[in-house]
């Protein structure tokens, strides 16, 4: 079915604004043209053309899998050699790291949502807004062309001196690209950090902040702390790799470790900056799903920060066996199971709002909960390899690959959906079916288990990661996995489609339809230009799902504007 | 800053909107200069002024870098980096600080006169920085040229003339080193010690890092002048005020910023070893 009454009416809440009479203008129709997007410097345009080239690396990365799956079918290398296979892997963790995964939630939904949750007209910067994705596109237009070319074998690690002084493959070109959207990233992260402190409506206190915007205010963080540093290291690369001056290379002198040490002090936090939006999308979805404010609501505030804050003091435990100290791994791999302890608060407090709440199974609730129990099991073997000990046995096999895939498709990607299933009727104005977008939860979470559970075991029995070929007794555990990346394939085609199809057919959606709370939808389905057709002043908090807002004999009592610092 | 600034910084929309319209007294749907999204120049101001701070940290990050790799590579090979800073010649390096920090005083003055509103003290000063960081980025250009003659750029003609190593009361700098700079036992169990060969090497790691952080201080200087000229007709025109000066203070930040690299990049690079 694909009614508009598909989605729960919640007659309890009444709509705060009056559904607003067809035709209306909003920012899809007030003006029309390639050119009034390419030019626009309204979020939400933006963040439009970030879901397009997010999704275009997606489709990219997404096809590298699927051969290197298929490869991994049989124990021989059949369908490619080990040449190709290094620059599979290579560029889909390259696709899907730096060109989907840190851009994903932040430059889409947080691009078009910060604003108008805490009610302003647009982010402080739209020329940067807009810049930013450009530099994006450039970045991505070098990294694609190196892929046209062949790709690089060297992981997406460019470790040191295998990408400095042993590979044929244009590293300096992908190294380039990967420069240049780290700029992107840090405008992004800019642009949040000030809208946020200096652009919330009236009444829009710290505290009042929907969970979303705090994620996106530690992701912004770690963005403008973190990315320099992997541009610094990537020129560093590029200078050692052209002039030979040895930086990194220690038959003159230099460190090679040095380079694992700037790598991760900037790859470990994007982990962070992939998994902290995702998580605030959870909470929009757990609150709205349930009916109830987030239990805890500042200690979940709080356990962001938090973890962009640790997420900085725990790089080494990539490194246990790149000749560290034992010291100095013993002290990164305390520090980096305090990063257990924030993660832990959020998942007991998600589970605690779902205690006693009115749960409705939507899709993006469907979502949230594929969410809640993937990250567990993906945070949780976290900790085992942050135990000097497991970690050294299971390094650089399949429980790593395993636990990163957990944590980033798992985690970050079922956080991406779920947001994505929840505002698209914000965004587009359009409802999907509802049948259809259940079915598609289900399968990828189905999928996702069979493709990446087994690599668990795979991982724990030895099999190394990064290999083409390998021994007889690993192939029925490997061709599980593969089975199940072909359902999680066939799974991320189904929201494509009708998230396609809703666009031009689908039933048009009300400004809330999910009866949730939330200033975003207080204004109409799509926005207008402006986010709103009278400057928003909140006078309640957020996820306040309660009487005073239920009744509209009861209006929320009139509260001096409060100042916003 | 004027004082409206302090009374409206940050405030709520509709206090910060009035008082936007009361600073300004313009009666049109919204005041000149001031961009839609915002409500006021306070806020406007503010967000920019933010905005240029976070962007500074970025930077921060962005040199801290090479400030590790130089901390790093010093702290292994002292020999090296001093018979290295010996090459570099004081006297112009001395000479482009005092003119890199009488640039930032032309620049604070620009920002006054900006907040002031007087448009040919703002070009005049602004002339004064873009003069001054030209002078630098000339005195730079001659060391460099300098280094180039001398065979000290990293790369295949990399030569350091081994009479060139430092000597202090006739002996080799590298032995007057402390024990346990080095290596614990430096003292007693004659390690290995650096011979030309390595020297040569770590030398040239050396002056790859002087290049390297000298140079990227560089561009930004060149980034930098092109900004202030670019200021230059804008503020003949009288584009700035009391109420909007964002460009000029945020690209003066930019400017203090990229100076206070420079005072420590001098010490680092210029005076390692020379306080015997």
């Known amino acids: ?565 | 800053m004027s004082p409206e600034a302090h009374s409206t910084a940050i405030g709520p929309r509709g206090v910060a909107a009035a008082h936007g319209s009361t600073e300004q007294g313009h009666t049109g749907a919204h005041p000149p200069r001031l961009a839609h999204h915002f409500d006021s120049y306070a806020q406007q101001r503010e967000s920019a002024s933010l905005g240029v701070w976070v962007f500074l940290v970025t930077e921060i990050m962005f040199f801290g870098g090479l400030f590790t790799a130089y901390i790093l590579y010093r702290s292994k090979y002292p020999e090296a980096f001093i018979a290295g800073s010996h090459q570099l010649d004081v006297m112009l390096g001395t000479i482009n600080t005092a003119v890199l920090i009488c640039s930032s005083l032309t620049m604070a003055m620009a920002v006054r006169s900006a907040q002031l509103g007087r448009s040919k003290a703002i070009a005049g000063f602004l002339v004064a920085t873009i003069v001054l960081g030209s002078v630098f980025l000339g005195i730079k250009a001659t060391e460099y040229h300098h280094k180039w003659v001398e065979h000290l750029i990293p790369g295949h003609d990399f030569h350091l003339e081994i009479d060139h190593l430092p000597t202090h009361h006739g002996k080799p700098v590298a032995s007057e080193l402390p024990s346990g700079v080095v290596g614990e036992s430096r003292a007693d169990v004659p390690l290995p010690s650096a011979g030309p060969q390595d020297i040569q090497a770590h030398t040239q790691l050396f002056f790859f890092l002087y290049f390297g952080m000298t140079g990227l201080h560089a561009v930004h200087m060149i980034i930098g002048v092109g900004l202030l000229v670019w200021l230059i007709r804008p503020s003949l025109r009288g584009m700035f005020d009391g109420n909007n000066h964002n460009y000029v203070e945020g690209i003066g930040l930019y400017w203090h910023f990229v100076d206070i690299v420079w005072i420590f990049l001098f010490p680092l690079l210029y005076l390692v070893g020379r306080h015997g």
């Not at chain 1, 739209?126 to 810049?131: C, E, F, S, V």
């Not at chain 1, 979940?300 to 990539?318: C, D, T």
Request: overall charge neutral; hydrophobic content about 50%; cysteine-free.
């Open chain 1, 1 to 565: 079915m694909t009614a508009h009454s598909d989605f729960p009416a919640h007659s309890a809440f009444p709509e705060p604004i009056e559904e607003a009479p067809e035709p209306y203008e909003h920012y899809l129709n007030h003006k029309y043209g390639l050119a009034s997007w390419l030019l626009t410097r309204d979020h939400k345009r933006i963040a439009i053309l970030y879901l397009i080239s997010v999704s275009f690396f997606f489709l990219l990365g997404g096809a590298m899998a699927v051969i290197i799956r298929l490869e991994l079918t049989t124990p021989e290398g059949d369908l490619v050699q080990a040449d190709i296979y290094n620059r599979l892997f290579t560029m889909h963790g390259i696709m899907m790291i730096f060109f989907f995964l840190i851009p994903s939630i932040p430059s889409v939904l947080g691009n078009f949502l910060i604003p108008i949750m805490i009610g302003a007209k647009d982010l402080a910067f739209p020329k940067i807004n807009l810049l930013s994705w450009y530099i994006y596109a450039i970045g991505g237009l070098f990294t694609f062309y190196a892929l046209l070319t062949g790709g690089v074998d060297t992981g997406w690690t460019f470790y040191a001196p295998l990408s400095t002084g042993y590979t044929n493959t244009p590293v300096v070109l992908v190294a380039l690209g990967i420069f240049i959207t780290g700029f992107s990233s840090i405008l992004t992260g800019l642009n949040f950090i000030v809208t946020i402190h200096r652009m919330r409506a009236p009444g829009m206190t710290w505290f009042r902040l929907p969970l979303f915007v705090w994620s996106h205010y530690a992701t912004s963080v770690i963005m403008i702390l973190g990315t320099p540093v992997i541009a610094i290291t990537i020129l560093l690369l590029g200078a050692e790799r052209i002039f030979g001056v040895g930086i990194f290379d220690p038959k003159l002198g230099g460190d090679p470790v040095l380079f694992q040490h700037f790598f991760w002090f900037y790859s470990h936090p994007a982990v962070y900056i992939m998994i902290l939006p995702a998580m605030g999308v959870v909470s929009e979805l757990i609150a709205a799903f349930t009916r109830k404010p987030v239990f805890g609501y500042h200690f979940v505030a709080f356990a962001s920060i938090a973890i962009a804050v640790l997420g900085f003091f725990v790089w080494a435990h990539h490194m246990f066996v790149a000749g560290i100290s034992v010291y100095a791994a013993a002290i990164f791999s305390a520090l980096s199971m305090l990063v257990a302890i924030p993660s832990a608060v959020k998942v007991f407090n998600w589970t605690t709002t779902l205690y006693k709440g009115s749960i409705s199974w939507d899709t993006p609730m469907l979502y949230a909960l594929g969410f809640i129990g993937l990250f567990t099991i993906g945070g949780l073997t976290g900790v085992m390899l942050a135990t000097l000990g497991i970690d050294i046995h299971v390094h650089d096999t399949y429980f790593v690959v395993a636990h990163f895939h957990y944590i980033m498709v798992g985690g970050a990607i079922m956080g991406y959906m779920g947001g994505l299933h929840y505002w698209w009727p914000k965004i587009t104005g359009k409802l999907y079916p509802k049948f259809w977008s259940k079915v598609g939860a289900l399968t990828i979470f189905l999928g996702f288990n069979v493709t990446f559970f087994p690599q668990f075991i795979l991982g724990y029995l030895g099999m190394p990661r990064r290999y083409h070929a390998y021994p007889n007794e690993f192939q029925v555990l490997n061709v599980m996995s593969s089975a199940g990346a072909t359902v999680l394939g066939l799974g991320y085609l189904i929201p494509a489609v009708y998230f396609i199809w809703s666009m031009r057919y689908g039933k048009d959606a009300s400004a809330n339809p999910w009866g949730a709370i939330g200033l975003e939808w207080e204004t109409t389905s799509p926005p207008p230009v402006e986010n709103f057709d009278k400057p928003p002043v909140v006078t309640w908090g957020a996820y306040e799902y309660h009487e005073s807002r239920v009744q509209p004999s009861l209006p929320p009592p009139k509260q001096e504007v409060m100042r916003v610092t």
